[in-house]
């Protein structure tokens, strides 16, 4: 649900961006222009509880940054985009074994888009502690690639790392 938040977010950042450009804003200075977005916010979502797949309620307090890059010189047709958000969490109790879990996450993501290639990353961790001791630990990296050399594009996806432990 978050990362669909985000990919809208970028959607629209790079709308304001193709917007800019064609109404020639900042075209009498080529150069460049940066835009950073801080944000607080609180979200609650059912979730499946990856210890034991029972559907539980997940709370989570955010403070994000978000930041894009672009270029206005004739031509330029590139920006970056990056964001990191800081979470702390707290689950509802599980229906089965009463146990509610609580902890803190991080997760970075990026991006550089030109009229040849697309790169994008991003990096995920959390790590939680569950009412009766146990421990709950994630993380993911992955990696999307769109190189333009000719028809059709060469696109290589990777997820370098997917792990969820319970303890």
């Known amino acids: 649900m978050k990362r669909f938040g ?8 790079a709308g304001v961006v193709s917007i800019a ?9 080529p150069g460049t222009v940066s835009i950073t977005q801080h944000g607080d916010f609180t979200s609650t ?24 890059t672009y270029f206005t010189a004739p031509g330029a047709n590139e920006f970056w985009v990056t964001g990191t958000d800081a979470d702390t969490f707290t689950t ?10 609580s902890g803190h996450g991080a997760d970075w993501f990026g991006g550089a888009f030109n009229q040849n290639n697309t790169t994008t990353g991003s990096t995920f961790n959390l790590q939680g502690t569950g009412s009766d001791g146990s ?11 769109v190189a333009s050399f ?14 969820v432990t319970c303890s």
């Open 21 to 29: 450009g064609a109404l020639g804003v900042g075209a009498a200075s």
């Open 135 to 145: 421990h709950l630990s994630a993380h993911f990296v992955m990696r999307l690639t």
């Open 6 to 13: 985000r990919t809208v977010l970028a959607a629209a950042a």
């Open 92 to 101: 509802s109790p599980d229906p089965v074994t009463s146990v509610t879990f």
């Open 150 to 163: 000719g028809p059709p594009p060469v696109i290589t996806a990777n997820v370098n790392v997917a792990r």
């Open 45 to 68: 979502m059912q979730v499946l509880n990856p210890c034991t797949g029972n559907p539980i309620w997940l709370t989570l307090n955010t403070e994000s940054v978000f930041h894009v």
